[in-house]
């Protein structure tokens, strides 16, 4: 959690951990590790949704995620 306190200090903006999704990804990706596990951040193994867009570890689902909101916006 330093490096949110950094990017804080740094910023000015403050990242709200209550809505904060951590999206697994390498060894971790489809597994139930937490590496915080005290820390209060939601950790999945995706879709997380970031400015609107839906990003997984498997690049098809993303990349049909990606599809479908813009399908809808037509």
């Known amino acids: 959690l330093n490096e949110f306190s950094e990017f804080k200090r740094e910023s000015g903006l403050k990242i709200n951990l209550d809505k904060t999704d951590i ?7 489809h597994s139930n590790v937490k590496v915080l596990d005290d820390s209060p951040l939601n950790w999945t193994n995706g879709p997380v949704k970031v400015l609107g867009a839906f990003i997984s570890v498997d690049h098809k689902e993303t990349l049909v995620q990606g599809l479908i909101v813009i399908l ?3």
């Open 23 to 29: 999206l697994r990804i390498g060894k971790i990706k």
């Open 72 to 74: 809808c916006k037509c």
